[in-house]
């Protein structure tokens, strides 16, 4: 660097900002078939030959359904302040809906009270992508009764760790679940079935309304709800060309827009529906598509 370098401007950050580490329950927990746990979606994909590297599964990950306790320790040695961890929906509610398994809550309850003493601040992510496997035996997320199954899911594990967990996410990165899951087929459940990744992703929308409503009937006002979206920046390859801006919102609406707009707007951009024509007698010959 030359003596007449400008020296970088110092980062700073909020008072209030939490350096942590996150997880997901299937990638570390381990303990498939314990405490009342039954499979999920992921259980069933990862076990289905071709569909991980190396035929790789969950079955056993990091064990840390049995060494939470040591897992915290290393946390408290990085000097983090926040761990981001996700329930597993089937060792709460194995069947999707119904009441909970208290061992699988118990888990969960110890996982707190463990980092909390440590001083570490829980942030509990409700769903990260691992639906019980009755819930997609009944249509999985193409249904719009596995939303409200989730509400219902959502206000078991506030009741059961809102006194002490402020933070809570209700859907990690909707777009996967509704995308990969459904239309190009790469993550669970598998399906490649474009019309409906398209009711997934609406039903996910429905789940982060009626989750965040149900977890804030049953714990305190402080307590934070928000959700996780892999947002992307989506820009035409030749900004003078018509074409390519108009395929660049159409990306940019389905990549983005469509969590985006209910969220934030209350509806989906109008561009991205085609309306149904009608047929001399008056009849409409489908329902709204995406374009």
Known sequence: MSDSAT???????????????????????GAVR?????????DTFSHTPGKTAGGETGDIANDHYHRYRDDVAMMAGLNLSAYRFSVSWPRVQPTGRGPAVQRGLDFYRRLVDELLAKGIKPAVTLYHWDL??????????PERDTAYRFAEYAQIVGEALGDRVEHWITLNEPWCSAFLGYASGVHAPGRTDPAASLK???????????????LRSVMPARNSVALSLNSSVVRPLSPGDPADVAAARKIDDLSSGVFHGPILHGAYPGRCWRRPRRSPTGRTSSTATWT
């Open 34 to 42: 314990e405490d009342g746990r039954t499979p999920s979606i992921w």
């Open 7 to 29: 020296p970088a401007t110092p980062v700073t950050f909020p008072p209030a900002f939490l350096w942590g580490s996150a997880t997901s329950a299937y990638q570390i927990e």
């Open 132 to 141: 019980p496997q009755e819930l997609e035996d009944a249509g999985g997320w």
């Open 200 to 214: 997934a992703a609406h039903h996910l929308n429905l789940a982060h309304g009626l989750g965040a409503k149900a």
